[in-house]
């Protein structure tokens, strides 16, 4: 079963506006990492967050993790058409560090033109 | 192109064949992971390399799946007597394992597959 969780499971905004993803996970983890997936294609790292961090910034996106609460959110400023995608979290469990990632089950953000 | 490729990218087949996927991961990269993904679901470990030995393998693969990675290069998955639940997206990913590294996993294309 799927450890991670994603909050809201799809989320409609307008260009120009900021769209919040929620995560939250059940083990203690090493790191966790955002990915972007368009519909029928592969993922794309977006960006990692170590257990050991509390925000970081890369570019229009802002993630914070706070491990007291095993949950992570990811922040895409400014949206853009071409957000338009659905983005997992994915966990590096500290137990099984190094091998599996183990994803939520997505949010799917769609932004209007 | 030096990023992670699979192949095919879909395939069809009916019920009862066999299948078999090749994944090429990053040149340099040691570690190559085989997930599956179900409409809207996300990704789910199936099993991983280092180099050609595979070190884990999730209950979800059957007895009817294997993987191998020969020399420590690209890898085959393959599934015997395909079942209609077998229908999904696999997805390939390699990182490079380093001591104190991060685990980034870096995601093929994926190869959709359907059985009819």
């Known amino acids: 079963s799927q450890q991670g969780e994603e909050d809201p499971q799809a989320l409609s905004i307008q260009e120009g506006e900021n769209a919040t993803m929620n995560c939250s996970y059940k083990?203690?983890?090493?790191?966790l990492q955002w990915y972007r997936q368009n519909s029928g294609r592969g993922l794309v790292h977006l960006i990692l967050?170590?257990?050991?961090?509390r925000e970081k910034h890369s570019g229009r996106l802002r993630v914070t993790l706070d491990t007291s609460k095993k949950s992570s959110s990811l922040l895409i400023t400014a949206s853009r058409a071409a957000d338009t995608a659905s983005y997992f979290c994915a966990t590096d469990a500290r137990e099984t560090s190094g091998s599996r990632l183990t994803f939520g089950e997505g949010t799917q953000l769609t932004v209007n033109p | 192109d030096t990023g992670v490729s699979q192949d095919p990218r879909h395939k069809i087949t009916k019920r009862g064949q066999n299948v078999t996927f090749r994944c090429d991961p990053i040149?340099?990269?040691?570690?190559l992971y085989w997930y599956r993904q179900t409409l809207g679901q996300g990704p789910e470990f199936l099993t991983y390399?280092?180099?050609?030995?595979?070190?884990?393998k999730s209950r979800l693969l059957s007895d009817r799946f294997s993987a191998e990675r020969p020399k420590g290069s690209f890898s085959t998955l393959e599934i015997q007597r395909t079942e209609q639940g077998d229908s999904a997206m696999y997805l390939c990913?390699?990182?490079?394992?380093?001591?104190?590294?991060?685990?980034?996993?870096?995601f093929g294309p994926g190869t959709r597959l359907t059985v009819l």
């Open positions: 990913a390699s990182s490079l394992s380093i001591a104190g590294g991060n685990n980034e996993q870096f």
């Open positions: 390399f280092q180099n050609e030995a595979q070190l884990e």
């Open positions: 967050i170590r257990s050991n961090e």
């Open positions: 040149s340099e990269h040691n570690r």
């Open positions: 083990t203690s983890i090493n790191n």
